[in-house]
């Protein structure tokens, strides 16, 4: 038996039956995944709700190549390095494109599996392509930026290829003409002054780090629910209804909403339940006071997900990936 606790940053106390780390991707192909296994980074978007009766393997492979080309720079990353560091690392050589995605926790392997996304960017901007283990094929393939089909906190990897691919190293498109993207609320504040990349991901990290716990101090996964995209007909009756509510549009009919506001709006902020809180400071993160259960974590999110259904009628699906005994958990939490 192997703790799980340290694996991921909401630190429920279980374990795993065997844990395999992967330093180089060649190691892939002698793994037997005809028994029960998950696939893992650095644990900052999964929960292990109870002890899982599998092997855990863990993406650890590293190095970041940079090449220049005529318009851009040229990214190759292994998918087992941090993400966080390589986006200092590429200020540092005085690199930018990527400062509105800092601080994100977790490896670069992951990051195409959700798309991840921040302050106006998301990982589909500045992606060029991605090398990975197909399970059927049992070889090594790559895929273009169409091929990954990315969505909002989506990609191929959540759909066709769930538990079928094994993103192995990740490559990245950075044009030399550097732009700031200004456009996110609080990001709008720079708009006219003269900024550089590494100013703009100061401010990223100084906003996020007043909103977002750090997973070394206070257990947590970050965002637990996606922000819900509804009809445009629900945005605009729940507009005259509450004033001040967020809301975005997404295409000609369908806008999204903030989770946040809406689990704020129905008096879940600091709500507990066991050792699972609501963090006071954003509503859309659950914390683990250290003595969180998984039993804690579902009734919390079921909590949450009735009390937001019945005040607004609007549904919300967990962003963060529940791993139960046998495998990751799907319809039982997830409505819609
Ligand atoms: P893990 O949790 O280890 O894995 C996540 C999923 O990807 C699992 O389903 C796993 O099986 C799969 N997976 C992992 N590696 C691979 C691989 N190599 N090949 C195939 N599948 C793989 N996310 C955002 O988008 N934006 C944010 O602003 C953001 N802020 C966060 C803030 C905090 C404090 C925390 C704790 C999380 C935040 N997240 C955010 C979520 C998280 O950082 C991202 O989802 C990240 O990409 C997860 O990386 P990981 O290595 O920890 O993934
Ligand atoms: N809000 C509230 N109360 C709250 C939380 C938020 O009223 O408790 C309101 C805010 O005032 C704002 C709106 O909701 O009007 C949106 O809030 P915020 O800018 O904090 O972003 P978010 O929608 O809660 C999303 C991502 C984050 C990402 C930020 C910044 C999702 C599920 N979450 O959060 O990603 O960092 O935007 O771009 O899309 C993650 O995925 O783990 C994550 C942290």
Redesign the pocket.
Known sequence: MQSLQSLHTFALPTHCQKLVRVTASEQLQSIDFNAPFFILGEGS?SVFLNDFEGTVIQLANRGITVSEQDSHYQIRVAAGESWHPMVLKLLDMGIGGLENLAL?PGTVGAAPV?N?????VELADVFSHLTGYHLETQSFITLDKSACEFG??DSVFKQALYGRFIITEVVLKLPKQWRPVLD???LRDLIGREVNAQQVANRVMQI?RS??PDPAQCAN???F???PVVSRALASELRARYEGI?TYPVSDNKEKL????L???AGL?SHRIGGIRVYD?????LVNDGQGTGRDLLTMIEHIQATVLAKFAVELSP?VRLIGRNGELSKGVEHG
């Open positions: 978007n994100i959700q991840i996304g921040a302050y106006g909002y906190r996110y609320g609080p996020r909103k977002l996964a970050g965002s629910f996606k922000n967020p903030a989770a946040g506001w689990i704020e709006r902020k400071k954003q509503a859309l993160v962003e």
